[in-house]
């Protein structure tokens, strides 16, 4: 579980084995913790995943961390299996993010989405039969979108 406060701070707790709390540790909180935001500053939005979690930043960055297992967090193909704090994603002038099963999105400032992690069943909307998507990838026939929101297997 998550929460954004007012002035765009964080806090989660619950189980983090793979440090989707974002504390830059893991281990089970039963109270909530802040999100190291050292990077990040401060989040518009936060989405969450099965086991990883994404913030939007005021500026309209995208930060992921937790498990990577299946390039949920947008890192490339050389990105850690475990990433314990928000990491940049690469992802600039977002307006809205959703985190699903394995994969996540974001909604850019001109209607336009990039999703990556799981695609197995084509959630991240490529059009590409890979079945993972190592960084922020165009969904194909989507224009004049303002929000988006991740599944276990599918993206709306």
Do not use: M
Not at 42 to 48: E, G, K, R, V
Request: charged share 10%; with cysteine.
């Amino acid at each position: 579980n998550c929460a954004r406060r007012f002035d765009g701070t964080a806090l989660c707790w619950g189980f983090n084995w793979a440090g989707q709390l974002g504390t830059g540790s893991t281990g089970v909180s039963t109270v909530a913790v802040p999100v190291d935001l050292s990077v990040a500053k401060a989040f518009t939005d936060i989405a969450l995943g099965t086991d990883h979690s994404c913030g939007l930043s005021v500026a309209g960055d995208v930060y992921c961390w937790g498990y990577n297992q299946q390039s949920q967090l947008g890192l490339g193909s050389g990105g850690a299996t475990f990433v314990y704090s928000p990491t940049a994603v690469g992802v600039a002038n977002a307006r809205s993010i959703g985190a699903g099963g394995s994969h996540s999105c974001a909604v850019l400032g001109g209607g336009s989405a990039r999703c990556w992690g799981n695609n197995e069943s084509g959630q991240v909307g490529n059009n590409s039969a890979a079945a993972k998507i190592d960084s922020p990838t165009p969904v194909n026939n989507l224009a004049n979108a303002i929000e988006i929101a991740a599944g276990g297997s599918h993206s709306t």
